[in-house]
């Protein structure tokens, strides 16, 4: 087993890392996976989450036998999140999501302008109503002024699931 991530400002190669001390194998970002593991290895894939989608899902599904899929975002994890996420990505398999972090200055490419763009319309969003969700304050905090919310701890029940499939 190896655990195969693709991480654009740190948060998800954080937590791939401590699954697989936890689980005692390797982590690797899914560029150098590519070269070194041979096609269909089996993976647990740790993507961040861009606009829905589970970055580089669909490589590390073309390439190997990705078992569970774990996916990294700002927002606190919800039943709501989850379902989206498993809806926007077509995701049959089992799927962990996980809040990362966000850190502004850290994003590269057209990641960097796309959360600017988003930053922007979501400020001019609350800024239209009467009372917005605190979901959607919480998210604007975070896209301003960055946050970590990475916890070795939250990564227990995908160990858990790993070692249940072992019996």
């Known amino acids: 087993m190896k655990i195969v991530y693709t991480s654009n400002t740190g948060f998800t ?11 005692g194998c390797e982590a690797l970002e899914l560029k150098e996976a590519l ?14 989450i861009n606009a829905g989608k589970v970055e ?16 990294v975002g700002i927002a606190p994890p919800s039943d709501e999140v989850v379902v989206s996420l498993r809806e926007s990505n077509g995701l049959a398999l089992p799927f962990f999501y996980l809040q990362g972090g966000f850190d502004f200055s850290r994003l590269k490419g057209s990641a960097k302008i ?19 969700a605190d979901s959607e304050k919480f998210l604007l905090d975070v896209m301003e002024n960055g946050g970590n919310f990475v916890d070795r701890n939250k ?13």
């Open 56 to 71: 580089g899902l669909k490589k590390a599904l073309k390439n190997f036998n990705t078992v569970c899929i774990c996916g």
């Open 35 to 48: 070269s070194s593991l041979r096609k269909k290895s089996e993976i647990i894939y740790f993507g961040w």
């Open 114 to 132: 796309k959360m600017r763009i988003a930053r922007s319309l979501l400020k001019k969003s609350i800024e239209k109503k009467e009372k917005p």
């Open 155 to 167: 990564i227990k029940s995908i160990a858990d699931w790993y070692y249940s499939r072992m019996i």
């Open 13 to 23: 190669e954080q937590y791939a890392r401590h699954l697989a001390d936890t689980l």
